[in-house]
């Protein structure tokens, strides 16, 4: 079972946010721990109070940061580990989203390094969020299924981050509830000087208004995916 | 005693009718806004990798199938519109009763009674799904997409 990390378009080919911020990203690490993968019966749903139920998982033993941003425009997703395991349906995935021991995000739990331009302006950011959160997720949703591993074969899995959550999606209405929820560049762009915005997660707490600090704590809850399909987040 | 006239057309019809249990499905985004138009594939339990019946559901969101009951099990229904999306599992067992359990308001209830016109629909499950709000680019992924085709049951 081979076990994947996507940012998708948004963070590899850039998008515009919300309120108007054309962002791009030259890195986006983020670092996965206790990867794990579950045969779940009943089928596991991240909105309901069940608890996970699971007949079989795998887990993967060591935390891997990768940067969503590696590579060109078209470029894959990124793998995390291949993990032998039994046949089956691989049907629930969690992972925490845990801090960097060592690296250029080291200390950091998800580290973007871009560029934000809108009207002229230009911002130069460098975000190194800190909270560590768990990531609970169904079935796999998307153009095809994943998870299925038949006996001598191979399967994937695909942890998925939804960087509009956080920015928001200027394709989007602005009465969207994705765009509702999701935080957006302007607040952040306000923390700039000359240009330049460098912040940690205290940094934001501090910095932010709280109804904007308290709009991207829960935007990174909803921040994992496994393709469309919702995670529930424990931090 | 009189006779009864018996009138010959040129246009007779023909009705009749059957009964039988179909799956009904709606998807809502949590606003409550319906999936108009959105992409369903339906799995079978004998091979959840590919879809048994792909189809669109209408302009409420609502798709509706009847399983093929020689395959009890666990059928899964996968909603998909603009990158929002969500996959729902729904136990049949061999005696036709679909006995699932999800959902965000309280999981499937029990089944209900509807009669559609044309006597195609006798029977159906509800439920529904919801989705928070999501426009997403085209997600980077091996390709098999889906292929719409008309539902039918």
Redesign the interface.
């Given at each position: 079972m081979a076990v994947y990390a996507n940012g998708e378009d948004f963070v590899r080919q850039g998008f515009t946010s919300k309120d108007g911020w054309a962002i791009t990203f030259d890195h986006a690490y983020v670092t996965l721990a206790d990867v794990t993968a579950y045969q779940t019966e009943p089928a596991y749903d991240p909105e309901a109070s069940e608890s996970l139920k699971a007949q079989e998982q795998i887990t993967v033993a060591e935390s891997k940061t990768v940067d969503l941003a590696e590579g060109d425009e078209q470029a894959n997703p990124i793998l995390i580990a291949e993990v032998d395991a039994p046949e089956g349906h691989y049907n629930a995935l969690s992972w925490q989203m845990a801090e960097a021991s060592d690296g250029p995000a080291a200390g950091s739990v998800l580290m973007l390094v871009g560029t934000a331009q809108k009207e002229g302006q230009t911002v130069n950011f460098t975000l190194q969020l800190g909270n560590e959160v768990t990531y609970t997720c169904g079935d796999f949703v998307g153009d095809e299924r994943k998870g299925i591993l038949k006996a001598g074969n191979s399967a994937d899995l695909e942890a998925t981050f939804h960087f509009d959550h956080i920015f928001g999606d200027g394709s989007a209405a602005p009465d969207d509830s994705l765009n509702t929820g999701a935080l957006g560049f302007e607040p952040l762009a306000a923390l700039a000087s000359g240009g330049e915005l460098v912040v940690d997660q205290a940094t934001l707490q501090q910095s932010l208004a709280p109804e904007d600090y308290a709009t991207l704590e829960k935007a990174v809850s909803g921040f994992g995916h496994v393709g469309e399909g919702h995670c529930g987040a424990d931090s | 005693m009189f006779g009864t006239a018996r009138h010959a057309y040129a246009h007779g019809v023909s009705m009749s009718y059957q009964t039988t249990e179909v799956i009904e499905i709606q998807g809502k985004?949590?606003?409550g806004e319906p999936m108009a138009d959105a992409q369903v594939a339906v799995?079978a339990p004998d091979d959840?990798?590919t879809p048994w019946l792909t189809g669109t559901a209408d302009d409420q969101g609502v798709f509706m199938f009847k399983p093929d009951l020689s395959q009890p099990g666990?059928w899964?229904v996968?909603f998909?519109l603009a990158?929002?999306?969500?996959?729902?599992?729904i136990?049949v067992d061999a005696e036709s009763n679909p006995v699932g359990?999800?959902g965000?308001t309280g999981?499937l209830n029990s089944v209900q009674k509807l009669i559609v016109f044309g006597a195609m629909t006798w029977g159906f499950v509800g439920t529904a799904l919801?989705?928070?709000?999501?426009?997403?680019?085209?997600?980077?992924?091996?390709?098999?997409?889906?292929q719409s085709t008309p539902s039918q049951f």
């Open positions: - | 985004y949590d606003s799995y959840p990798s666990n899964e996968q998909r990158g929002h999306g969500d996959i729902m599992t136990p359990t999800r965000s999981g919801y989705f928070s709000g999501r426009k997403q680019r085209m997600q980077k992924s091996a390709d098999s997409g889906l």
